[in-house]
Structure formats: C-alpha cells, structure tokens
C-alpha cells in the first residue's frame, strides 16, 4: 500500500512543477526587452508579437480589435529623444486640432518615474511613423496610451498604445498592468 501514497504523491508534485513550469513559460513567452535589455515588461496576454515596423521601434505588438472597429491596435516600445514635455508635446501633435488635452498622471515603477499620457481625437497616422513623413490618414475616434519612463542610468524610452478608442479603452488595464510589470537591470 505505501509503494502506491508515494507513487500518487510523486505523480501530484509532478502535475504541480509541470503546471507552473508552463505558467512560467507562458510569461516567459511573452516577456520583452527595451534598451539593450535593461528594461523588461511582461505583455499581455492576447497581444500578437510582431516585426517592428521601422529600426526605431525596439518591440511591437498588435491588439485585436474589439467588435465593431475594423482597426487593431497597435503597441510600440523603443528609446525616447528629449525631455518628457518634449514627447507629450509629440504626441499631441500626432493629433489633429488645436483642442486636444492629454490627461497626465506619474507614478513610480521600479523606482522610476513614469508620465502617463492619455489622448482621444483625430490621429494622424503616418504608415511609417511621426519622422518618416509621407501621407497621412486622419482617423477618428481614436485613442492613445502612453507611458514615458525616465530612468537613472539608462536613458528615456517610451511605450505607447494607440488605435479606435474602444479598442483601447478594452485595453487599457492590460495596458497598465504592462507598465507596472517594468524590471530595470
């Protein structure tokens, strides 16, 4: 009878390390860095990684779009150039109109603070990005998330989450969640 409690304990530990080796890894899978891996976030799950759409970007994703939009959303982290106030100015610009307000809140992950900036307007879609120039497509009702985090030795870098508003608006706690999971090495 004993040789059969030790082979139901054994095959119990065995479910228990083999179910949170697979937890593990499916965090691992969708682990990220930024800054020649000095900041790691945890993405989403859901979220499909993708080839970045230009050298700028170190890291995208793409959200699914919620019923109703057409659109996904689009989730890009790289290194950020110039001040806080330089890349929230930025990004109000992506925005069309004189009258957009961006919503601002800092907090302190991972004893780095970090602006939080959120937009709702007409964006001005660039396919290659603010720099790259070319045409852009106005779309409306559309939202972005932003985080700018300033660290002590690394530099500025920023994630950002934008796309139709109720797209994001379904995303914005696992937005947040991605923000608050920052490791810094």
């Known amino acids: 009878m004993r040789p059969y409690r030790l082979l139901v304990s054994a095959l119990a530990i065995a479910v228990f390390v083999v179910s949170a080796a697979s937890q593990d890894k499916a965090a691992?899978?969708?682990?990220?860095?930024?800054?020649?891996?000095?900041?790691?976030?945890?993405?989403?799950?859901?979220?499909?990684?993708?080839?970045?759409?230009?050298?700028i970007i170190e890291v995208e994703y793409a959200v699914s779009p919620v019923k109703g939009d057409e659109t996904p959303g689009r989730f890009t982290a790289m290194g950020a150039g110039g001040s806080v106030e330089q890349n929230v100015t930025r990004w109000v610009g992506q925005f069309a109109g004189d009258a957009v307000k961006p919503k601002l809140d800092k907090l302190t992950v991972s004893g780095c603070e970090v602006q939080v900036v959120d937009l709702t307007g007409t964006y001005k879609d660039s396919p290659g990005g603010p720099f790259a120039g070319g045409k852009e497509t106005l779309r409306d009702n559309y939202r972005m998330l932003g985080a700018i985090i300033a660290t002590k030795d690394a530099g500025n870098y920023f994630v950002k989450l934008y796309g139709p508003k109720a797209t994001i608006g379904e995303n914005e706690a696992k937005f947040q969640e991605l923000v608050k999971s920052l490791k810094v090495k």
Do not use: H, M, V
């Not at 691992?28 to 993708?50: M, N, Q, V, Y």
């Open 28 to 55: 691992g899978d969708r682990s990220f860095s930024i800054g020649e891996r000095k900041l790691s976030f945890t993405a989403p799950e859901g979220w499909t990684k993708k080839q970045p759409a230009n050298r």
